[in-house]
């Protein structure tokens, strides 16, 4: 199941979060301020971050910025009690994925947790180290390491890269991929998939002209080859 870090310097709410997460059958780690918030985000790995904007030493803005300068990609959901639009703003600027307002409902935020979970794949089986011949890959980080080589995955090749894990062994449609990476209708550009899977055979393939992992079924997109 999922670990959830939970950041908030209220002692009241971190108990009923942690409470009603474990319940739920999530893992739950817990942060009581900013420097420690960090510390956890970037030590523990969590698949995702329920943040809040006000704590002592460093405030959720700036721990969020952070985290993203650092390379992390899990969900960040923001926790705030202020409604003010440009709080929104900035949380969302700095790389929060979605923000809930205090007081919420449990309900709510649990339905917030999942939704972004799926969109990422974390809680679905999905490991966070992947390991493809001699290519370890991060799929938090998004880091590729092939021998003495390391690499970045981009964000739309580490989203394609899940979803065809997800499915291991079974062909994903391009248009698949285009309607749920990018949310094309219409999708113009089938092209789009197969540039971002030159990239991704570079970085993980040791021999790209002759994939053996990320392989071309014709006439209807790529699956997986563990």
């Not at 009241?12 to 900013?34: K, P, S």
């Not at 923000?99 to 809680?123: D, H, N, Q």
């Not at 990018?182 to 991704?200: C, K, M, Q, Y």
Request: some cysteine; overall charge negative; proline content about 4%.
């Amino acid at each position: 199941m999922a670990r959830i870090l939970v950041a908030d310097d209220e002692k009241d709410m971190v108990v009923g979060l942690r409470d009603n997460l474990q319940f739920e059958g999530y893992e739950v780690i817990v942060a009581e301020d900013g420097e420690a918030a960090l510390h956890a985000a970037t030590m523990e790995s969590p698949d995702l971050i329920l943040l809040d904007i006000m704590m002592p030493k460093i405030d959720g803005l700036e721990c969020c910025r952070r985290i993203r300068q650092a390379g992390f990609t899990f969900p960040i959901l923001m926790l705030t009690a202020k409604s003010q639009e440009i709080d929104i703003v900035r949380g969302l600027e700095v790389g929060a994925d979605d923000y809930i307002t205090k007081p919420f409902s449990v309900r709510e935020l649990l339905a917030r947790i999942k939704a972004a979970l799926r969109r990422t794949g974390a809680g679905k089986g999905l490991s966070r180290i992947l390991r493809v011949g001699e290519t370890t890959i991060d799929l938090i980080k998004g880091k590729v390491e092939r021998g003495d080589e390391s690499f970045a995955l981009g964000h739309f090749e580490l989203e394609i890269l899940k979803m065809l894990v997800e499915n291991a062994e079974q062909p994903v449609e391009r248009n698949k991929l285009l309607d749920v990476i990018w949310g094309l209708e219409g999708f113009p550009a089938t092209r789009t998939v197969d540039n971002h899977i030159v990239s991704l055979r570079r970085k993980i393939e040791p021999d790209p002209k002759h994939p053996r992992h990320i392989v071309t079924v014709h006439s209807i997109g790529y699956k997986f080859v563990p």
